[in-house]
């Protein structure tokens, strides 16, 4: 069975760290694009980090750079989100996805060819 499940989220308090892991399991993620995606109460889903097939290249929206880091270990089938100096406007629910056949950046700006998600988390960020 194909799954994608996220972990790591949680409260955390303005300023904080938090790092979301997400596992593959039915599949492998080496050929995939992989990304983060988020969706606040009352917004529509947007695409926070996506990162290349080949691990040379990422993609992230301008509100996160400079604090989130997204990086993969194809050797355990895992995405990581790592995200510092959290903000209460990055309070929201977290999924993560993998594409096939779709670019980083328009993975991420599109929602492009997704083949699978994951179930979410969600992360909450106290002022």
């Known amino acids: 069975q194909v799954q994608l499940v996220e972990s790591g989220g949680g409260l955390a308090q303005s300023g904080r760290s938090l790092r979301l892991t997400c596992a593959a399991s039915?599949?492998?993620?080496?050929?995939?694009?992989l990304g983060w995606f988020r969706q606040a109460p009352g917004k529509e889903r947007e695409g926070v980090s996506c990162?290349?097939?080949?691990?040379?290249?990422?993609y992230s929206t301008d509100s996160v750079k400079g604090r989130f880091t997204i990086s993969r270990d194809n050797a355990k089938n895992t995405i990581y989100l790592q995200m510092n100096s959290l903000k209460p406007e990055d309070t929201a629910v977290y999924y993560c996805?993998?594409?096939?056949?779709?670019?980083?950046?328009?993975?991420?700006?599109?929602?492009?060819?997704?083949?699978?998600w994951g179930k979410g988390t969600l992360v909450t960020v106290s002022s």
């Open positions: 039915g599949f492998t993620l080496d050929n995939y694009t």
């Open positions: 996805a993998a594409a096939l056949f779709t670019a980083e950046q328009a993975m991420c700006l599109w929602d492009r060819g997704i083949d699978y």
């Open positions: 990162i290349s097939s080949n691990d040379d290249s990422t």
